[in-house]
C-alpha cells in the first residue's frame, strides 16, 4: 500500500531525510517512531503529498505522490498532531463539510456519517459546535472525519497526544475495528511506547533522517536486547534530550491544501 524506495529530502545544505527505504503492506498497522527531529514529520508530509521529495521514489496505493498527487490525496485520511477542525461548526456540520471537498456523495454521507458518529460515540452530540467539545471529543470526531471518504490509507500523526489513558484506549480500539471492518491501512507516529507495542504489527525507527530498525516490536528489543520498546528505542537513539522539530505549514492550512487536491 506504501512504497517507498531512497527516499531524501534536503532544505539547503541540511537533509531532513536521507535515502530511507521501507514498505507498509495492505491492511497493516503500521508505526513510524523517531526522536524529535529525526525526519518523520518530513516524511509523513512527502507521503501526504505537501512536500516535494529531493530524491529517491514513492507509491502510495499505487500511485506517485509527485506526479499524481490528486489520486494520492483521494487514496488517504489524516489527523494532524493539532486540531484542525472548524471549532464555529457542529460535529455533523464538520463531517459535511468534509464530505463535500472529498465529493462524497450525498446518499454516501447520510449513511455513513451516522455510522461513523455512532462508532465512536458522538452521534448524541452531532448538532453541538465543536467548540464545546473536550480534547479528547475532538480527536474522536477527526478520526470519524477521516474515514468518511472511505480512504485506503490513515496517517495519524501522535492521535492520542495529551490524552488520557482512557481516552487513548477507546481510541485504539475506534482505530482497530475500522482497520478490521474496512481493511484501512494505518501509518501513525506516537511519542507513547507501550501505545506502539500494542498495536503496531511492524515498527520503524527513524532517527537523523535514516530508518535505524524496523521489524516486529519484539524483533526491536531482540535485537537490542531489551526488555521493552521503550528500552529498545532509547538503545537505538540514544537518552540525549532533542529539540522540537521543525514546524512547517499549520494544520488548518495543510487540511485546506489537501482539501483542495481531494476536488480536482
Known amino acids: 500500500m506504501i512504497t517507498v524506495q531512497n527516499l531524501s529530502k534536503k532544505f539547503g545544505e541540511f537533509t531532513a531525510v536521507d535515502g530511507i527505504s521501507f514498505d507498509v503492506k ?15 514529520s518530513t516524511t509523513i508530509k512527502i507521503l501526504t503529498t505537501l512536500l516535494q521529495p529531493t ?20 487514496s488517504f485520511g489524516i489527523v494532524f498532531q493539532d486540531p484542525s477542525l472548524d471549532d464555529d461548526l457542529t460535529a455533523l456540520e464538520n463531517m459535511e463539510l468534509h464530505g463535500v471537498l472529498y465529493d462524497v456523495p450525498d446518499d454516501v454521507r447520510k449513511r455513513r456519517i451516522p455510522e461513523l458518529l455512532k462508532l465512536v460515540d458522538l452521534h448524541e452530540r452531532k448538532d453541538d459546535l465543536v467548540k464545546e467539545f473536550s ?9 470519524a472525519r477521516g474515514f468518511l471518504h472511505h480512504p485506503k490509507i490513515i496517517f495519524l500523526d501522535e492521535p492520542t497526544l495529551g490524552l488520557d489513558p482512557q481516552t487513548r484506549n477507546h481510541m485504539w480500539t475506534y482505530l482497530k475495528e475500522l482497520n478490521k471492518n474496512e481493511g484501512t491501512t494505518i501509518f501513525f507516529t506516537t511519542h507513547y511506547m507501550e501505545e506502539a507495542d500494542r498495536a503496531a504489527e511492524r515498527i520503524a525507527v527513524i532517527d537523523h533522517g535514516k530508518i535505524i530498525a524496523i521489524g516486529r516490536s519484539e524483533d526491536l528489543k531482540k535485537q537490542t536486547n531489551t526488555a521493552s520498546l521503550e528500552d529498545a528505542f532509547l538503545a537505538l ?3 540525549t534530550i532533542r529539540e522540537e522539530g521543525g514546524g512547517g505549514l499549520d494544520h488548518m492550512r495543510q487540511m485546506r491544501t489537501l482539501w483542495r487536491g481531494g476536488r480536482r
Open 135 to 143: 480534547g479528547g471529543m475532538r480527536r474522536r470526531l477527526e478520526i
Open 55 to 74: 530524491g529517491g521514489d514513492v507509491r502510495i496505493n499505487g500511485h506517485d505522490p509527485v506526479h499524481h498527487p490528486s489520486e494520492v490525496r483521494r
Open 237 to 239: 537513539t540514544g537518552k
Open 26 to 40: 495492505d491492511g497493516e498497522i503500521f508505526a513510524f517512531l523517531g526522536p524529535n527531529g529525526a525526519g518523520k
